[in-house]
């Protein structure tokens, strides 16, 4: 058959031709933004420097798994567990070995935050040189035993005249904060070190070999919560959570417990320009406002740590990772990107006079001598 093309027909198709010859610029820049985003790589490693297991280690499977749900992709994620040196160890091959082809992440906790607040000189790592994706913090309870009393003046009257032992791990390790509140509020309690987790201390106070005790949130939920029910522990004071403003307040899951801050602040002639509360301040800061850290080398494409941040804040509307991270490490909103570097740049900026102050206050009260670098 044959066909005619009329006049007509040869001018529409002009137009048609010109219409899609002028849209082709768009398309064109359309696939090119495209194909400059940075892609998701398919497998991300997450080195964790504790042994399988740990309270850091049971985060970091935990954020994995819906992680990898946020992004892209799907990506699978490997835990690395790098153990030794408190942490140290890990970190610091982390820092000297980790490529910045977004791919390696590094998680941290406060065991790993204070040796470089005090410049260990064990410590071969720079957070300047990392960036955060996400923060998780979390918060803890001191409780005693019965036999100090039941409400909070007579069991701090009890143990400012009675003195008594608690269980630690290290004297810089996650338990500082909590023995420079003792300290801070004149009670009589005297540590034994060496404890391999809180959950030897939590043991050594059972078998009533400690009067006192600390465990962070979730463990206090699991483990102690029984022991209150029973009437083998009583709740003194929490560490509390920080707000917007950078104080520190109630902690929501404890809400009808007093904070050691606001014992301290209680006390007559007492301030948050105390040098020990500022100290206590840094220290809580960088230890439980922001105590696990997903970490990335900064020299990453920027536009894949946006993705990754983005992944990160996509979970923060996610009810069902909500529900199952306060089960968790109980209820407590992640910090993710830009809110989360500058809460860390701001508490791991401990002072030389307050640094010294620290090392001063170990050695003269505990007999423990801190090397700085």
């Not at 230890?287 to 536009?303: F, T």
Request: glycine fraction near 8%; proline fraction near 7%.
């Amino acid at each position: 058959m044959h066909f005619t093309v009329t006049p007509s027909l040869r001018f529409y198709r002009r137009c048609a031709l010109a219409f899609v010859l002028a849209l082709c610029p768009f398309a064109a820049s359309a696939d090119t933004t495209a194909s400059d985003e940075p892609a998701i790589p398919d497998t991300l490693t997450w080195t964790v420097p504790f042994g399988v297991g740990g309270g850091t280690d049971v985060w970091a499977r935990f954020m994995s798994h819906w992680m990898a749900q946020s992004l892209p992709g799907t990506p699978a994620i490997v835990i690395n567990n790098v153990p030794g040196g408190g942490s140290l160890t890990g970190a610091s091959l982390f820092y000297s070995r980790a490529k910045d082809n977004g791919e390696q992440m590094l998680v941290t906790s406060a065991s790993t935050q204070y040796p470089a607040m005090l410049k260990d000189p064990r410590v071969r790592f720079d957070y300047d040189s990392w960036t955060p994706i996400v923060a998780a913090p979390t918060g803890g309870v001191v409780y005693t035993q019965p036999k100090f009393g039941k409400t909070t003046d007579e069991i701090l009257e009890a143990l400012r005249n009675n003195p008594t032992k608690f269980a630690m791990q290290t004297p810089t390790g996650l338990e500082m904060p909590v023995m420079l509140a003792f300290d801070m509020l004149g009670l009589a309690v005297e540590p034994v070190f060496g404890m391999r987790s809180r959950g030897e201390g939590r043991l050594a106070f059972e078998r009533g070999e400690a009067g006192v005790d600390f465990q962070t949130t979730s463990a206090y939920f699991s483990n102690v919560t029984p022991l209150v029910n029973d009437g083998k522990a009583v709740p003194l004071f929490s560490l509390g959570v920080m707000d917007e403003d950078g104080h520190i307040v109630r902690d929501p899951a404890f809400p009808d417990l007093p904070t050691f801050s606001e014992l301290y602040l209680a006390r007559e002639g007492t301030s948050r320009d105390d040098v020990a509360y500022q100290v206590f301040h840094k220290f809580f800061a960088s230890g439980y406002a922001l105590q696990k850290l997903l970490l990335i080398p900064k020299g990453v494409n920027p536009d894949l740590i946006a993705r990754y941040r983005q992944g990160a804040r996509t979970l923060m509307s996610n009810d069902d990772f909500l529900a199952a991270a306060r089960k968790q490490i109980g209820p407590y909103k992640p910090v993710v990107g830009e809110v989360a570097a500058k809460q860390l740049a701001a508490a791991m900026e401990l002072s030389d006079a307050n640094r010294q102050w620290v090392i001063d206050w170990l050695k003269d009260r505990y007999g423990v001598r801190v090397l700085t670098k």
